[in-house]
């Protein structure tokens, strides 16, 4: 059974810095390509993030480039993602997801973890 | 960056009746179109990707259609538990984009 596990959230002040963290099992996590999705409260989707299944492709929304950075341990078969000067726009819950092969769409997904930026 | 345009932003349709979702692109995306079921308090859930294909496990009342520009999402006939928020997803070029969703709603 596929399982991704985020970690990491929390409430942090704007400027703040955050590394999120997401756990996989249950595939080879090392094949697929994965990705961070992020629905602020009452909103919808936004992709922020997308890593190729070796780490050497990444890919970043325009409201997020330049101040996260999306990596992977292969070996620990986790997936990060690095937060720096986090604003309160970036309040949401962030979902870990794995592609379905490739670079397809998520086809599994985490709960999420809470990211808050306020003082 | 490649905008998704969803319509209409809420359907109000009882169980039984069919519901027809569309998604709309700001530039061909081919045929790069998945579609996302999302439950309140829920991960989203994928649906169809590549416009056409449905998912591991996704019911054959689920279909899409559409290429290019204009997207369809199709549900033949709604089940009480399809009552749910939709969206779409291009995954033709960077950076990946949602449309903003539709809500299917119980009338």
């Known amino acids: 059974e596929v399982q991704l596990l985020e970690s990491g959230g929390g409430l942090v002040q704007p400027g703040g810095s955050l590394r999120l963290s997401c756990a996989a099992s249950?595939?080879?996590?090392?094949?697929?390509?994965m990705a961070w999705v992020r629905q602020a409260p009452g909103k919808g989707l936004e992709w922020v993030s997308g890593i190729s299944a070796g780490g050497s492709n990444t890919y970043y929304a325009d409201s997020v480039k330049g101040r996260f950075t999306i990596s992977r341990d292969n070996s620990k078969n986790t997936l990060y993602l690095q937060m720096n000067s986090l604003r309160a726009e970036d309040t949401a819950v962030y979902y870990c997801?794995?592609?379905?092969?490739?670079?397809?769409?998520?086809?599994?997904w985490g709960q999420g973890t809470l990211v808050t930026v306020s003082s | 960056e490649i905008v998704l345009t969803q319509s209409p932003a809420t359907l109000s349709l009882s169980p039984g009746e069919r519901a027809t979702l569309s998604c709309r692109a700001s530039q061909s995306v081919s045929g790069y179109l998945a579609w996302y079921q999302q439950k309140p308090g829920q991960a989203p859930r994928l649906l169809m990707y590549?416009?056409?294909n449905r998912a591991t496990g996704i019911p054959a009342r689920f279909s899409g259609s559409g290429s290019g520009t204009d997207f369809t999402l199709t549900i033949s006939t709604l089940d009480p538990e399809d009552f749910a928020v939709y969206y779409c997803?291009?995954?033709?070029?960077?950076?990946?984009?949602f449309g903003q969703g539709t809500k299917v709603e119980i009338k």
């Open positions: 249950g595939f080879t996590f090392s094949r697929n390509a």
């Open positions: 590549d416009a056409s």
């Open positions: 997801a794995k592609a379905l092969s490739g670079w397809q769409p998520m086809d599994y």
């Open positions: 997803q291009q995954h033709s070029s960077w950076p990946w984009t």
